[in-house]
């Protein structure tokens, strides 16, 4: 896929894998709508996306509300005419014992990191089929293929994603929509940073949201007739 003039919708883009995906479409072209809670931080997004050449549109909202979702998509439509791909970035993790997690923290969990997926794929979709030549990358996790203490909810979601992704693949294959999963390890992020020191040594070690991105970027960049499906970025020596 030629990536310029593409028009790609990222959510969770004001920080972390979002953030550098946005503007790493964005050097390439690419012209942005990007969504997170954050006006703030989505507005310094957009402004390098603005640097870069190319048109951003901003959409602050909660990618967990259907209502919301339908309007982000709306407005993308409204603002550029077409849609080519969708990065399904946001995502939460909270993180402890199943025997202590809430019932609110779970649903939290699934109400963003799948509900809110499926949400904004379903919207998408007829946009994407329309394109004739569509990526849709859903950002998932090796917690998604690994055990750890600590993350019974949140890697139920990233499994969940996994299954998701692989059954859209076969259903979209026919429509010229080709589907990623991309299940990195430890990236040195602020989801990251919120469970471990700032300055620990082994956040330089770790993979950084700018590899996640280059390698989001080679996968849209692959001829139409080949698709990579799935991805497992890992730290080389952690």
């Known amino acids: 896929m030629d990536i310029k003039n593409k028009i790609a ?7 972390g894998i979002g953030r ?3 503007l790493a479409l964005a050097r390439e072209g690419a012209h942005i709508a990007i969504s ?3 006006e703030e931080l989505l507005q310094e997004v957009a402004g390098e996306v603005r640097a870069a050449g190319s048109k951003a549109l901003v959409f ?8 919301t979702i339908a309007e982000f998509v709306e407005a993308t439509i409204a603002e550029f005419g077409r849609l080519d791909i ?6 939460v993790g909270i993180f402890g014992p199943v025997a202590e997690l809430s019932t609110e923290d779970w649903d939290t969990m699934f109400n963003l990191n799948m509900r809110g997926v499926f949400l904004m794929t379903r919207t998408c979709l007829p946009h994407l089929r329309a394109a004739g030549e ?12 690994n055990a750890f203490v600590g993350g019974g909810g949140y890697a139920a979601t990233k499994h969940a994603l996994l299954g998701f992704s692989r059954c859209l693949m076969l259903e979209e294959r026919q429509h010229g929509l080709r589907v990623l999963a991309i299940c990195p390890g430890s990236v040195n992020t602020p989801f990251n940073i919120d469970r471990s020191p700032a300055d620990d040594p082994r956040r330089r070690r770790i993979i ?5 991105a280059a390698t989001i970027l080679h996968m849209i960049r692959m001829p139409q007739h080949t698709m990579i499906s799935e991805i497992d970025m890992r730290p080389s020596n952690p």
Do not use: C, H
């Open 9 to 15: 919708l990222v959510t969770g883009a004001s920080k």
């Open 20 to 22: 550098e995906t946005a």
């Open 36 to 38: 997170a809670r954050s």
């Open 60 to 67: 602050p909202g909660d990618m967990s509300d259907e209502k």
């Open 86 to 91: 969708l990065i399904n970035n946001a995502g």
């Open 134 to 145: 569509s990526v849709v990358v859903n950002v998932a996790s090796l917690a998604g293929k």
């Open 208 to 212: 950084q949201p700018e590899d996640v």
